[in-house]
Structure formats: C-alpha cells, structure tokens
C-alpha cells in the first residue's frame, strides 16, 4: 500500500521474470534480499510461455505421430493415426502452466514480490512500475536488468495476419497445409521439421548455403537429409524479397543467384534472430546506460553496466542468446550484489537444436581449435557402433570430440544424433573440469546406454577404439 506518491523500500529489483531473472531473484532472495520482480508478460519469460518449452512440447508430439505411424521396424503396425491438433495443444498449454505455476510458487516460497506490469526508471535507485490498475513507485539499492529479446521484425516481412513470428506458429490453431520459413537457423529449423512431421508442406528459404550454419556442415547434412524424407524443400544461397498475403495464402518472392523465384502457402514464418529488448520505456538513456552498436548492455565480469548498483544479464548483454547463459548470470549478478566473488568465468557454453536428429556442440570444433593454434587430435564415433540406439532404430549420427595433442585435454565435442542435447552435459562438464581423453575413457559408463558413445569416441582419439575399427 503507497501512501501517496512515496517510494516503497527495497533491496533489489529485477526487471524481467525469464530464466535469467527469476533464477536472479530467487538466488537474491536466498542470499537475505527483499527482492521485487517485474514483467510484464507471464513468469517464464518467452522461454517457457512463447518459446522453449511449447516448441518441444509440440516437437515431441510430432515425434509421437511420426513413432506411431512408422513402427514398423518393430513389427507394431498402427492404422489410422490421426492428430488432434486441439489437443496437442491443450498439452503443450499445461507442460507451460505446470512449470510457470511451479515458478511463481518458486519465487513467492522464496518471498520474492511479483508485479505484473511495466518498469521504468526515474533515477539510478528509483523506478517506477504500472500495469491498468496501480503504479507505485519504488527505491532499490541494486538493479537486475534481464529483460530478453523478441523475434527481428523485417520490414518486407510485417508480423500479421499469415506473416507469423515464432510466437504465432507456436499457437496456430490448425496444422497448416503449407508453410514457408525464412531462416533456418535453430527456431526456423526447429518449427519447420515439426510442422513438416505433422503433415505440413514446408518450403526453407535460407540465407546461407546450409539449415543450422552455425554447426558443422557434417552434423547439417543429417539434418537436412532427414527434412527432406519428410518433403521439406530447402532452398539455400536465397535472398527473401517481398511477401503479398491474401486472406487464404501468402506469396514469398526470393531470388537464388540473380534468378527471381516465388512461392505461396497458407503461413509464412520468418525467423531471422532475435533483437534485446533494450529500447521502449524502460529509460536506460534516462539513467545512462551504456550500450553497444549492437543494442546490448555493456557490462563486466559480475554483470554490472557503467552504473555500479546496476546489472544486466541474458539476451540483453554480449553473447549467446541462450536461456541457460542467462540462468547462469543471473545466479552471478545476484552474489555480486550479496558482496560474494562471484564472477563469469566459464570455459563454454553447450549450444543445442531440437532437430531431427538433434545436434549439439560445446566448446571447439576442430577448424576453431586449429585457427587458435593448437595441434590438434580428433574423431568420431557413429552412433551405428553404439547398441543402445541399434535397439532403438536410431543409430544415424556420430560424436566427434577435439582434443589438444600435446596434453590430451578435451577442447571441443559435436553430437548429431539420438539424445545430443542430453549427452553434450558430459563433455561441457569435462571441459570446464580440464579432463583428458583418458578420464573419459576410463570412467566407466552403464550398459547398453547411449552414454557409452561418449567414452569410446574417447577412445577413438586415443587410438584403441573397441567397436569400430582403428584407423
């Protein structure tokens, strides 16, 4: 209750409640801070409401109806399957409601204030938030700026009726006939082959000569043999030019190496990047902010911008935009503010695509570690060689691990396959730990798991590999 226009007393504020800034407000709290949180859409941020999380509910559903109308190599044969779209959506809608209501228990359990609205800065320790209803104003002695980003609106390609950003195709209503995507990085990639598994015909117009350029060319080739077993064309080396929408389809003219092309579908997704959510009301020129070229908040090693008492961590700050970079931050940024050491000092980060199959990749690749000088042992292991994913008709991919010749530390993994975004935590956890070749070879891993590709790529580059043959 404000008495008045008076400032209500806090210790920190955090201005955005995705997985960098609830993980930051909780990590406060723990730490004795009366914490308040602002957003001003849901708890979970886009990740776990608009972007995450109900993609790979609704991938994992794909998966399901693609299981169950290709069993065959198991001897169960299914007739009829059929999709309610309405009710995978109704799971995707309580996967969302499951975790957002655990987080808000989370954050009240915790003793963390929730606000439901906007924020904007009237000084460097005051602040005021709004919603329709109230605007208090507040004074807080530290700032945890973890407002994220939103999808790159280009201006061929307006958001509206068929023009969809991610946040649009994840709640479409119906599974469409035809779709095309612009981009085929992660998102682009991700929703194309899920809608693609559900029936939809997918058309990719990319930039670049490969899906996924952000990953080896060995680990895309995977991935787009298998998009096209399921009719996705995909048409790379393309500029997007211009979109005319009717109110059944949309048109997207794009030209391949000065050849002017066209395409038309029911929706048309565009998914090009994401831009910080740095500008709008908040007010960081008001209080001086410094920000980058780019539209990031500068900060330092603990999070902090040129403005001491204030911190900024996730999508709006330098780096990855990835939920679990900005989980970490915000755990630092919250210890900085306690008076802890606290700093960022991790030797890498895991980056990981829901495709099918998926692909994952932490610290070098091979052309990385070479342009920085080391001599360098590597190889692969297929997942052919591994009995756990022969058993479960699932055997394309490989594991290739990076090593430093000299020493033999781990510098780099890639996975495309069955389970890479769960078996990449191995080699991310070596790595940080400086393990060799020979603490992973040696450790021992359970039998028959897919864990097992981990210690013998291990042993690959080592020279003695058990289930393939020595090169």
């Not at 799971?91 to 924020?119: D, H, P, R, W, Y």
């Not at 991610?166 to 682009?188: F, R």
Request: charged share 25%; proline share 4%; with cysteine.
């Amino acid at each position: 209750m404000v008495v008045g226009d008076a400032s209500l007393d806090i210790d920190t504020l955090v201005i955005g409640a995705g997985p960098g800034g609830y993980v930051a407000a909780i990590r406060a709290a723990q730490l004795g801070q009366k914490v308040l949180i602002v957003d001003k859409s849901e708890v979970g941020g886009v990740c776990l409401n608009r972007g995450c999380i109900p993609s790979k509910a609704l991938i994992s559903a794909a998966h399901q109806y693609e299981s169950a109308k290709h069993g065959e190599a198991f001897g169960v044969t299914a007739e009829n399957v059929k999709v309610d779209f309405s009710k995978t959506q109704e799971f995707k809608t309580s996967v969302v409601k499951k975790l957002t209501g655990g987080v808000a228990g989370l954050l009240k359990g915790n003793k963390v204030e929730i606000f439901n609205g906007e924020c904007m800065f009237i000084s460097t320790t005051e602040a005021r938030v709004f919603n329709d209803h109230e605007s208090p104003r507040y004074r807080f002695k530290n700032c945890i700026i973890a407002t994220g980003s939103r999808p790159i609106e280009l201006k061929p390609f307006p958001f509206g009726g068929r023009i969809l950003s991610s946040t649009e195709a994840l709640e479409l209503p119906e599974i469409p006939k035809s779709l095309i995507v612009i981009g085929g990085g992660y998102i682009g990639a991700e929703l194309g082959q899920m809608y693609s598994k559900f029936g939809t015909k997918v058309t990719i117009i990319e930039g670049m000569d490969t899906v996924l350029p952000g990953f080896d060319k060995d680990m895309t080739r995977l991935v787009a043999k298998n998009m096209a077993k399921t009719g996705i064309d995909i048409v790379t080396n393309a500029k997007a030019e211009s979109a005319a929408q009717t109110d059944k389809d949309v048109t997207v003219k794009y030209s391949v190496g000065g050849e002017s092309k066209e395409v038309t579908a029911e929706y048309l997704l565009v998914t090009v990047g994401r831009r910080p959510n740095t500008d709008g009301e908040l007010g960081l020129d008001l209080i001086g902010i410094e920000l980058d070229e780019r539209g990031l908040i500068k900060v330092d090693h603990q999070g902090r911008t040129n403005v001491p008492n204030i911190f900024a961590i996730g999508d709006v700050v330098p780096g990855l935009a990835l939920a679990h970079k900005a989980s970490y931050e915000g755990k630092i940024a919250a210890e900085a503010i306690a008076g802890h050491k606290s700093v960022v000092d991790y030797k890498v980060i895991p980056a990981v695509v829901f495709t099918d199959p998926e692909c994952s990749s932490v610290g070098l690749t091979e052309k990385e570690a070479k342009d920085k000088g080391y001599k360098v042992k590597s190889g692969k292991f297929p997942f052919a060689g591994n009995g756990r994913a022969l058993s479960l008709n699932n055997a394309d991919g490989f594991i290739k691990i990076v090593a430093n010749e000299e020493n033999n530390l781990v510098l780099g993994a890639q996975i495309v396959g069955i389970e890479a975004s769960n078996l990449i935590a191995e080699l991310g956890l070596a790595i940080e730990m400086g393990a060799t070749l020979e603490d992973i070879a040696l450790t021992i891993h359970g039998h028959p798991t897919l864990g097992e590709v981990v210690m013998e790529a291990a042993e690959l580059v080592e020279g003695h590999p058990i289930h393939v043959l020595s090169r």
